[in-house]
């Protein structure tokens, strides 16, 4: 597998640090079930909602990249994206 070296992008992905491959992740599945199985639900449920807050917080934020998505930028722009 090449090196993911990140480039700085240009002004068609606004602006945002883009990586040339997409990350490797390695995901292990484990099965718990019970009384634990529950509250391990419960805890993931609550980091995924305060997660996903942050994120729709972090977007309103003034001075945050209101940027569009570069396939926006080309709608917009009258380019075809494809």
Do not use: C
């Amino acid at each position: 597998m090449a090196e993911a070296s990140p480039k700085r992008s240009d002004r068609s992905t606004g602006g945002r640090f883009v990586p040339r491959e997409p990350p490797r992740m390695v995901f292990e599945i484990q099965i718990l079930e019970g009384p634990e199985g529950v509250r391990l639900r419960r805890e993931q449920a609550q980091v995924i909602r305060e997660v996903v807050e942050w994120v729709a917080q972090r977007r309103s934020e003034p001075g945050s990249s209101g940027a569009p998505a570069p396939e926006e930028e080309d709608r917009q722009a009258g380019r075809d994206p494809r």
